[in-house]
């Protein structure tokens, strides 16, 4: 990613029919276009088994968005105030993702903390199938304070809706900011 969060490329693994499908990716901005390439392997440590396919995507813009950068361009921007709509690609294919971040201060219950957790929350709209067939609205939920960790995630995808909560964390120092009860 670049300074402002934005994909300048990517690598991924995926598990289809006991074989491997990798990709990687790499952004060409000044000709405004994604350099793709993709490849089977027999397992994650194995030279591929296939010739590499190539493939470019022509971008209208500069700059773009993919899988995983959509997660951390939204814990940049989770404070400010502000609908973003940002060019998107998954799996080869354009699309857009949209937010929405309002600063709306609430919390969430979570099982892996004892007390409801202070967090922000986002809402927005993927334009885009995603893996397991991602798309459409989805909410966001960090914690509020500093780290802006993401807690909880509420998305639409093919077989249904999904939940995705924090289960634990390793960040040293780190624990989930909390609703502060008073003493009486």
Do not use: C
């Not at 219950?109 to 809402?123: G, L, N, Q, T």
């Amino acid at each position: 990613m670049d300074t402002a969060f934005y994909s300048l490329g990517l690598r991924s693994l995926d598990k289809k029919e006991g074989s491997w499908l990798a990709q990687q990716s790499r952004s060409d901005s000044v000709h405004r276009m994604v350099l793709i390439e993709k490849w089977w392997q027999k397992d994650v440590h194995s030279p591929l088994y296939t010739p590499s396919i190539y493939d470019t995507v022509y971008m209208e813009f500069p700059r773009y968005q993919d899988g995983l950068s959509l997660v951390y361009f939204a814990r940049k921007h989770v404070m400010d105030s502000a609908h973003i709509r940002v060019p998107t690609i998954v799996y080869g294919k354009k699309g857009f993702t949209q937010f929405y971040f309002t600063r709306n201060r609430t919390t969430e219950e979570i099982d892996a903390v004892p007390s409801p957790v202070r967090v922000v929350k986002f809402h927005g709209k993927a334009e885009f199938e995603g893996i397991f067939g991602l798309t459409g609205e989805f909410k966001g939920w960090f914690s509020d304070d500093a780290a802006a960790v993401p807690v909880k995630a509420e998305m639409k995808v093919i077989l249904g809706n999904v939940k995705i909560e924090l289960a634990h964390w390793k960040r040293k120092g780190w624990t989930p900011p909390v609703l502060e009860t008073s003493a009486r």
